[in-house]
């Protein structure tokens, strides 16, 4: 596949892709609404995260929270008792560990209780705009192998690697945000809507069962 045809077609449907995680406006609430956002929709993590961050903005805020008082606000979501406790410890080891600073490399957030590669990539890429990596969730695995991408592969890291030599690192960020998307509403798991699709010309999967 032409890389600079897939990234041009990306771009002209997705201007400006960006998360849809809501209502955060620091680093650590994005963090907290990442941790939320494991096995939920970002429209669940939402619903509950306004509240959640009229009450807690900083890494001060989080790591001094009361176990209590944060699984009450967050008790609508899946899992509610460990993200809110992974929350709390994620926080306490950035004031403890890190001086309360949030680091700006991969390697070091997954040092972070609760923080993997995935989550890491997320961070940084909405919050201070670095790409050191890209985004694989679940709709990124999808997509990258039906537009074979990658072959037949599951293992998030792998699939990592092989988009990263594929995709220049200038477009990494873009290219995580718009395939999430793609993934999310075009390139369904179920169904794919392979006739509004803009890829589907140049996709090898289009319009062939699953």
Same mark, same amino acid.
């Given at each position: 596949?032409?890389? !600079?045809?897939?990234? /041009?077609?990306?771009?002209?449907?997705?201007t400006?892709?960006?998360?849809?995680?809501?209502?955060?406006?620091?680093?650590?609430?994005?963090?907290?609404?990442?941790?939320?956002?494991?096995?939920?929709?970002?429209?669940?993590?939402?619903?509950?995260?306004?509240?959640?961050?009229?009450?807690?903005s %900083?890494? =001060?805020d989080?790591?001094?929270?009361?176990?209590?008082?944060? @699984? /009450?606000?967050?008790?609508?979501?899946?899992?509610?008792? $460990?993200k809110? $406790?992974?929350?709390? =410890?994620?926080?306490?080891?950035?004031?403890?560990?890190?001086?309360?600073?949030?680091?700006?490399?991969? =390697?070091?957030?997954?040092?972070?209780?609760?923080?993997?590669?995935?989550?890491?990539?997320?961070?940084?890429? @909405?919050?201070?705009?670095?790409?050191?990596g890209?985004? +694989?969730?679940?709709?990124?695995?999808?997509?990258?192998? &039906?537009?074979?991408?990658? @072959?037949?592969?599951?293992?998030?890291?792998?699939?990592e690697? !092989?988009?990263?030599?594929?995709?220049?690192?200038? !477009?990494?960020?873009?290219?995580?945000?718009?395939? +999430?998307l793609?993934g &999310?509403?075009v390139?369904?798991?179920?169904?794919?809507?392979c006739?509004e699709?803009i890829?589907?010309?140049?996709?090898? %999967?289009?319009?062939?069962? @699953?």
């Amino acid at each position: 596949m032409e890389i !600079e045809i897939l990234l /041009k077609l990306l771009h002209k449907e997705y201007t400006n892709p960006k998360t849809e995680l809501d209502n955060w406006m620091t680093t650590p609430q994005f963090i907290a609404s990442v941790i939320l956002s494991a096995q939920a929709t970002d429209k669940q993590v939402n619903k509950i995260s306004k509240n959640l961050f009229e009450k807690y903005s %900083s890494v =001060d805020d989080f790591a001094n929270a009361d176990i209590n008082e944060m @699984e /009450k606000l967050v008790s609508s979501i899946n899992y509610y008792k $460990t993200k809110a $406790t992974r929350i709390i =410890d994620a926080n306490k080891y950035i004031k403890e560990s890190l001086n309360g600073e949030i680091p700006k490399s991969i =390697d070091e957030l997954i040092k972070i209780p609760g923080i993997g590669r995935k989550s890491a990539n997320v961070i940084l890429q @909405e919050t201070m705009g670095i790409s050191q990596g890209i985004v +694989v969730d679940t709709h990124v695995t999808r997509v990258s192998n &039906r537009l074979k991408l990658v @072959e037949n592969q599951t293992n998030a890291e792998k699939i990592e690697k !092989e988009l990263m030599s594929r995709i220049p690192q200038n !477009e990494w960020r873009f290219f995580s945000q718009s395939i +999430v998307l793609h993934g &999310r509403y075009v390139c369904k798991a179920k169904k794919p809507n392979c006739k509004e699709c803009i890829l589907n010309k140049i996709c090898p %999967s289009a319009f062939t069962p @699953e």
